[in-house]
């Protein structure tokens, strides 16, 4: 976590230790910055029987990456994500650690904080390509988030 | 596992066991038969930073739900598995245990049959349906599966 600005080390150690299995895969945050958030996920301890990395643990790293990204990007304190809808397109076997980078246009969180102040809800799409050590894309991830204001009284994230 | 016939019961430890991740996640086979499997996986251990079953959990109970489906329908002697493509639409948040019950046709599976003797390869969707402990659905999955012949001097699944 050495490229993660002091304001926004919360959000990393959310996104890794937020959720027990989620921990538990060891999902990384390798850096946050404003709108933008790099995390990985180790094959270690996360191959299926045959040595591959198991689908399930691809999953994670694309919703977490997602759940990072929205601490790098709206205001937490006000708001909560919601996984709406996920689409994951499986096109070679992971045979090592696998990552993602991911970010959103200022222009995108510009839209999502007027609706959610109009509207009450906004639904944002990313695209995430999911590469391999050498950087090869071996999956691509569609994902649908839905930001809400977080109802009062209920306390989703650390201060 | 007491509605699962005896030449079943390989499958259904192996769905259970056979990947560590999905082992400790906890995902239980409660039937299977021909063509027909049900699964649950439980909340307990399951649940996210507010109480709701954590997405990636949601989305291993679909994929093993498949990888189930695959061995009561399908050679898994002679061919394997991988999945293709998955869609997950989160409809409302799992506050209990989660349960899928899926099939295939004998249509669907005669076609896949007949398309791996002739290309070595077919693609088969899976329609799911995932409901809490009250019957109400609360996830939908489609999920693409592509079955292959099993490389030579490659165990996949268990005799």
Do not use: C, W
């Amino acid at each position: 976590m050495n490229m993660i600005e002091k304001k926004y080390e919360n959000i990393a150690r959310f996104a890794e230790k937020g959720i027990p299995i989620v921990e538990k895969i060891g999902v990384r945050v390798l850096a946050i910055s404003e709108r933008s958030v790099e995390l990985m996920v180790p094959l270690e301890g996360n191959a299926n029987h045959y040595g591959v990395m198991y689908a399930g643990v691809i999953f994670t790293l694309a919703d977490i990456a997602g759940g990072a990204l929205f601490g790098a990007s709206l205001d937490y304190r006000q708001y909560f994500p919601t996984l709406k809808e996920i689409n994951l397109k499986f096109r070679r076997p992971v045979l090592s650690d696998l990552f993602v980078s991911v970010s959103l246009t200022g222009e995108t969180v510009q839209r999502v904080n007027d609706e959610l102040a109009s509207a009450g809800k906004a639904d944002y799409v990313m695209e995430m390509e999911l590469k391999n050590a050498t950087g090869e894309v071996t999956d691509r991830a569609t994902v649908t988030f839905q930001a809400r204001p977080t109802p009062p009284g209920l306390k989703i994230f650390p201060d």
